[in-house]
């Protein structure tokens, strides 16, 4: 069964000087337990497609519809919340708060007590490969590897169902870079969530389950 299901979507973006269609009638499916990979050149229309994914805005026509719910019918707020993690390409931590307080935050963000919260963010930090010696620490203490998969493990915490990943790699070296989408199949296969990346790296796309090709404002499905 689809999680989310994209049917004709189209998306301008109005200046004073010109209109540029970004999306172009883009249709696709994406189901549970699969990792996706969404790839094309600057321009081509990847990242308006992540933030529509993401409910930060809805179509100008077409529709996406979330477990059959168009986006456009529901409190986008609560989606995000809810049911949406979005990882960024430059990790988007909060600098004052330790590893561990920022993988508990959509924890304190929902009530729970301040020790259960703990608990829980410091079993999503071991199941990412981070240590206890970690948790302290500020995220300008930690490699950008490190502060990619504590960015990883604050999705694992809020519990989304939908994982979206605006260039996860794209600030680390190979290494580190591997270990992220060998985390987000496991998210994927494993834990049964659906998992989106954006990317421009083809290696990386090669790991996906599927992988669409954007171009000029369109999908094409490969793989």
Known sequence: MSMLELQDVRYTYHT??????????????????????????????????LSLLAGLDVPESGEIRFRGKSTADMDRDRYRFEHVS??????????HLSALENVAYPLYLRGIPKKR???????????????????GRLPGMLSGGEQQRVAIARALASNAELVLADEPTGNLDITNGEQVVSILLRLAH??????????????????????????????ERGQ
Do not use: W
């Open 16 to 49: 004073k000087a010109q209109a540029v269609e970004a999306l172009r009638g883009v249709s696709a499916v994406f189901e549970p337990a699969k990792l996706y990979a969404v790839v094309g050149s600057s321009g081509s229309g990847k990242t308006t497609l």
């Open 86 to 95: 979005v990882i960024y390409q430059n990790f988007n931590l909060f600098a």
């Open 117 to 135: 919260a703990e608990e829980q963010a410091a079993q999503c930090l071991v199941s990412v490969g981070i240590g206890e010696d970690r948790y």
């Open 190 to 219: 494993e834990e049964g969530r659906c998992v989106i990346i954006v990317t421009h790296d083809l290696e990386i796309a090669a790991e996906a389950d599927e992988i669409l090709m954007m171009r000029d404002g369109v999908t």
